[in-house]
């Protein structure tokens, strides 16, 4: 070997000694979780149940750092200025896909700050009613809209949350004049169905099943691309005749772009196999999430993906940037 490849080779070992050492010292303290969200919620629950699985394969604690408002800026931005070295995570989500269009500007940017690990979960939307409301199926509210311009009511939570940038997509997917009418939060949206101030809301299925399976409430339609195997009987918006409303809730983990990827694969092998117990997916099922984790690239195209539909979603609904 003469000198010139010698010193090559020497080079090439001296770029990946930082790359090993890294992956070697992770993880060396406890690690957090920021999650955009407060307490209690379905992503929080979720966070925290995957964290307790990684805290056994990686011999650290994993705490949860609830950062709640802001459309999740504020946990965004302690994640993206956060030392690179996978011992802080952002729990991503529709959220954070939507905050890059609906925010005029933000600290950080959404894809080239952030380094998806894995997605961890899918979660249904649906298109409710009262359980003694006239439309007992979707292709009813859509006929009734159709023939009642403007008239008919749906409630959703806040403006830019998923549930109402959803009701948007079934708006103009289904071609219909309708009132969306935002609440605040998903307890004021059930009062509101349950009192019939509303005809109809856009929400998230885990709130709202006890009261559908306690009969108050009515299930019209999933939005996924599938039925929800919590309830089987009721049919895809698709299959209800409204084809371009598909639109499922997910999140996933996510650390600062600068983090080795040696680092970033070791975090990844662990959400994989945190996902794959028995124990995490049943907690992750009694909450109406359907485990399924990913690869990293798979994670950012899907964050890429996401960012750029609820981005035309909110620019064809005239939602004025905040």
Known sequence: ??????????????LMLPA????????????????????????????????????????????????????????GDAVAKADPDGHTLLLISNATA???GLFKTLPFDTLRDFAPVSTLGYFDL????????????????????KANPGKLNLATINIGSTQHLAAELFKTSAGVDIQ???????????????SKQVDAAVEILAPVLPQINSGALRALAVAGAARASVLPDVPTARESGVAGFIASSWNGLAVPARTP??????????????????????????????????????AAQLLRS?????????????????
Do not use: H
């Open 306 to 322: 996401e960012t750029r539909r609820w981005g035309e979603v909110i620019v064809r609904a005239k939602i004025p940037q905040q």
């Open 20 to 75: 090993a050492s890294m992956a070697q010292a992770f993880a060396s303290k406890p690690l957090r979780i920021v999650v955009p969200f407060g307490a209690g919620g379905v992503a929080d629950l979720t966070a925290r149940t995957v964290a307790q699985k990684l805290s056994e394969s990686l011999g650290q604690a994993v705490l949860i750092d609830n950062k709640p408002g802001a459309g999740g800026v504020v946990a």
């Open 1 to 14: 070997m003469n000198k010139a490849i010698r010193f090559l080779v020497l080079c090439g070992v001296m």
């Open 126 to 145: 649906a298109v409710i009613t009262p359980s003694d409301s006239p439309f007992r199926s979707l292709a009813d509210l859509v006929a009734y809209a």
């Open 98 to 100: 939507v905050s890059a």
């Open 261 to 298: 990827k040696s680092v970033i694969a070791r975090l990844n092998r662990d959400i994989v196999a945190a996902l794959n117990a028995p124990e995490v997916r049943k907690r992750l099922r009694d909450l109406n999430v359907d485990a399924q984790s990913s690869t990293p690239e798979q």
């Open 180 to 194: 969306i009418v935002p609440f605040n939060g998903s307890p004021a949206v059930i009062t509101a169905l349950r």
